[in-house]
């Protein structure tokens, strides 16, 4: 009998911890946006605009590699973003990724200060993230024809843009129907798409899970390189073909446990 009550409290004392570091993790990302969220308005004003985008995205990368480290560190999620790491001052590329959950934008740009992000317009005039988001001079989606001309001179000066052709949060197995907009942007550009495959063990934080509740942890993330395409000399054609590859190479739903302690 003290053994079972034992274990019932040892249980109880672990969903306990894993509920400390859910709600922790939560409030760090909210502590540190609402902290630099006054800093980087100040400095869109005070910086010339391409000192200012290279601090500011900089300065996201240390944000959001500090926040996944914590995950890591409280037990909450496992992390393995390391084939990333070869992109890093790279050429210019459209960098073409699934879409499981919220936290895939945050996972790429922790190791990728030079990338820029396509943000919903609406992200973009958050409170929390948009003078962040304007300091780094990430590109709005208001309209198609001025997401395409931005996404197009951002890879002209050398940079690379991640962007999500399923153009939301994956809700069908393995990837939903893509969106047109990456082959044109990468064909005016001239660059290279390389794919970048975003997989997890969880559902957390995919379409329709509530914001506040937990999932078992840890949950794993892994980054891996796909295939790199060559400029398209037709976007409908190589939509088509780019969606045939992401549902090859996503069809098993099995993923290899990450080894405890995993934050690379």
Known sequence: MLRQLRETLQGQATVAAEYAAFYAGILLLALISLLWAPCAAACY????????????????????????????????????LRELDSLRGGPPLVLAANHPGLLDALLVLSRLPGAACVMKAEVADNPFLGAAARLARYIRN?????????AVQELRHGGQLLVFPEGTRTTRCPVNAFKGGV?????????????????????????????????DMPVCYRVRLG??????????????????????????????????GTAG
């Open 183 to 215: 082959g044109l942007i990468a064909k005016r550009a001239g660059v290279p798409v390389q794919t970048l495959f975003i997989e997890t063990d969880s559902p957390f934080l995919g379409k329709g899970w509530p914001f506040f509740r937990k999932p």
């Open 45 to 80: 004003w005070l910086l010339p605009p391409g000192l200012g985008q290279r601090f500011g995205r900089f300065v996201i990368m240390g944000i959001f590699r500090f926040y996944l480290g914590a995950l890591a560190a409280m037990g909450a999620c496992r992390f393995d």
């Open 227 to 260: 295939r790199r395409f060559d400029p398209p000399d037709s976007d409908r054609g190589f939509m088509a073909e780019l969606a045939q590859y992401y549902e090859a190479e996503l069809s098993c739903p099995e993923m290899e446990p990450l080894r405890p």
């Open 142 to 150: 208001d309209t198609l024809t001025g997401l395409i001309r931005s």
